[in-house]
């Protein structure tokens, strides 16, 4: 069976969607995880493959909490959050797939 | 809630032994579950977030596959071995459908490599019946080459099981 290139799967879509409506935010792992509903097993190899295609923005921030240890945090690039913006013009008008492909 | 010591050690471990795995392809990322999971709240069960990143970097690092020539040889050779001492329809079905689903499982990607092996395996050990004349002793008749050939329709439960594997295996992927 050839694996061809296919639709993103519904939780790509999900982190995506929190993504783009928290863009210009850093969110952390266990953040994303509360607001996609997903599981830390579903999130990490989601967000690295979003961060090897460029989609994704990835760095380390202090706690802001004195003694807890610095977090990675994650937000959109601009060829993520046009990945997002089509995907959800693609749920407002189902015709229009996008042709980019995606975990 | 209160998480007991035992599970929060458990979860370290468990998270180190993610991270350890995923730090050879990707460093970054182990060091971000190790530091997320020291800032877990309270109140959230660190195992759960353990067993999350165990499972995340066999998927990142996909290592799974790496088990896939040993499953295709281990399953061949179950189904044959099977087919050559055991007697029973049933069993031989489940044992096809079982390899088929854990083949496909472990590697979408060679689909058809699956199906081909696990579908021809029974076909392939009656034509050497036919052709050596050695059979098992709890068979009586002797196949012919021909009567063989219809063992090679087992290649259509195997396409099924090993594509409801691969369905899976993909899905765990996504």
């Given at each position: 069976m050839t694996l061809r290139p296919r639709a993103p799967s519904r939780q790509t879509r999900d982190v995506l969607t929190v993504l783009l409506?928290?863009?210009?935010?850093?969110?952390?792992?266990?953040?994303?995880?509360?607001?996609?509903?997903?599981?830390?097993?579903?999130l990490y190899p989601l967000l690295i493959r979003l961060h090897e295609r460029g989609q994704l923005e990835a760095r380390w921030v202090d706690s802001a909490h004195p003694g807890r240890p610095e977090r990675h945090v994650y937000r959109l690039s601009p060829q993520g959050v046009a990945l997002a913006r089509s995907l959800e013009r693609e749920a407002d008008h189902p015709a229009l797939r996008p042709t980019q492909a995606i975990g | 809630m209160t998480v007991p010591?035992?599970?929060?050690?458990?979860?370290?471990?468990?998270?180190?032994?993610?991270?350890?795995?995923?730090?050879?392809?990707h460093p970054d990322w182990a060091r971000a579950m190790i530091k997320e999971r020291a800032c877990l709240p309270d109140n959230e069960d660190p195992l759960a977030w353990a067993f999350g990143c165990l499972r995340a970097s066999w998927v990142a690092t996909d290592s799974v596959q790496a088990l896939y020539p040993v499953a295709l040889v281990a399953g061949v050779a179950a189904m044959t071995g099977y087919e050559w001492?055991?007697?029973g329809s049933f069993a031989a079905a489940a044992l096809l459908g079982g390899v088929g689903l854990a083949l496909g499982l472990i590697s979408p990607k060679r689909f058809w490599v699956s199906v081909l092996a696990v579908g021809l395996t029974v076909a392939a050990v009656m034509v050497f019946e036919a052709f050596t004349g050695l059979r098992p002793s709890h068979e009586v008749y002797e196949h012919s080459l021909a009567s063989t050939l219809r063992w090679t329709l087992l290649v259509m439960p195997a396409l099924a099981a090993?594509?409801?594997?691969?369905?899976a295996g993909r899905w765990l992927r996504a």
């Open positions: 409506q928290r863009r210009g935010e850093w969110l952390h792992g266990y953040e994303l995880t509360k607001l996609a509903g997903l599981s830390s097993g579903t | 010591r035992w599970r929060a050690q458990l979860a370290d471990v468990l998270t180190q032994l993610a991270a350890r795995r995923l730090r050879a392809t001492i055991g007697d090993t594509a409801v594997g691969s369905f």
